[in-house]
């Protein structure tokens, strides 16, 4: 598996925090350091992908992800899905491509030059 990218980890925070989590819990199921965490966290309240929930006097704070890292969740798969090449559905036809790019991943900063 290599290296994800940065839609990736955001969908997968938007996923893990849908019922509402604490930070901590976040950082480990996506196996960020504290410092990349707070940059995605930062990054991710601003555009109100998700949301801080109330402290109710605890310690712990929680975050859960907000309608629109939702919608934002449910097209990211839509589109993974999408450029998904089904092994058995043609077999060979692109033999280490699939989508006609290595990793079937497509990398727009390559695309942009």
Excluded: W
Excluded at 16 to 41: E, H, P, V
């Amino acid at each position: 598996m290599g290296r994800r990218d940065r839609l990736e980890i955001i969908a997968e925070i938007c996923d893990i925090a849908k019922d509402g989590t604490r930070k901590t819990q976040i950082m480990y199921r996506c196996n960020l350091s504290f410092t990349q965490l707070s940059d995605y966290f930062r990054d991710m309240l601003k555009i109100e992908l998700l949301e801080k929930l109330p402290n109710n006097g605890n310690d712990n704070e929680h975050y859960k992800t907000r309608e629109k890292g939702l919608d934002f969740l449910q097209r990211y798969h839509d589109i993974t899905e999408m450029l998904r090449v089904k092994d058995d559905a043609n077999p060979g036809s692109m033999g280490q491509y699939r989508n006609g790019y290595p990793n079937g991943r497509i990398n727009l900063s390559d695309s942009e030059k």
